[in-house]
């Protein structure tokens, strides 16, 4: 029987490919080298008891296992435990300590970290396995039944199929997931604007809603089966026909993108992450005026070749794609510029492509 268990997995980056997984799309993200840990063992007294520096301590009985109020931040952990009962597996009751460096509501999926480096603590405790993608998919059920979040799968399959120096493609449609080598000579600048994301899952549902209805508009399943033509063609109202191109424009990119990563085209890859970010900002309506602004300050910046936000939107990170010999320069002229326009400090990290889950 095994007593003591610890497990790891990292929050991602998105790249390209925004709000197009729950689209039945295609998307490019990559894990870093910030995650979570949780460690522990297994409790004999019915009780589950979960831990963490940032957020506290909570404990519940098994019996009454159900989202809580007073501890949201537990529910990641808890709605994981739910869903492997629910597959039938043997899971004991625990005791875990959560910690890390990866800061939640920042768009660098924290709650995907803390689900799967629960998923990965559990069944190591179980000494049970689970294919990557059921552990991605029961990880986003937590999210849509514990949680209330509606997200796609993207954050988990990059926290779990990370790999180090490469990018995560994931096809939606197909369920395809392909590591894809990095160009070499550059770095991936994240940069918090100091906006949390709290507020950010009832945006995140009615986007989803919006472009499920201009799905229903078109008579096609997902926006993955729409093209440009069709759009010019349909009578969407202007809101749902912004959502669709948002979606299809990404679509596209990710596509041209896969071209521009086998021929190590960083500069060109850059560009298309300029496009994406402008398309949030006009399109799907999911950047704020911090992001904008780090954006701008970061395409102004020598060395740098394109920047976007990065993960759900409404606050969060943004990433940057710049010259690696550069990176640091940029990072604190990149802080200085925003301090001086908002007076908050943002947090800016260089970020390594790092390997997935363990
Ligand atoms: C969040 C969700 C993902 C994805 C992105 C936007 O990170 O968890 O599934 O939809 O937003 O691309």
Redesign the pocket.
Known sequence: MIVRAEAYAPG?V?LL??????NGGM?LGAAIDRGLNVTGRRQEDGLIRISSAKMGSMEIRRAELCPQTEHPWANYALGVVSELDSLGLPIPNFSAWVDGDLPAES?L?S??ALEVATAFFLLKLSRAELPGLQIAKLC?RV?HQFVG?Q??????VCSIFGREGHAVFFDAGNEEVRTIPFPCGFALLIAESGSKRELASGL?NERRKETQLAANALGIPTLRDASRATLEKSNLSSVLLRRANHIVGENERVRRALDLLSAGDGLGFGALMNESHESSRTNFENSTPELDLLVDIARSLPGVCGARLT???FGGAIVALCEQARATVVGQELARQYVNHTKVQPQISVCRIANGAH
Do not use: P
Not at 17 to 22: A, E, F, L, Q, S
Not at 151 to 156: A, I, K, Y
């Open positions: 991602r998105e490919g925004n709000h197009t997984d729950y998307v768009g999926a709650s995907a986003q999210e979040v997200s796609g799968l993207l954050d988990q995140y993960g759900g939107g």
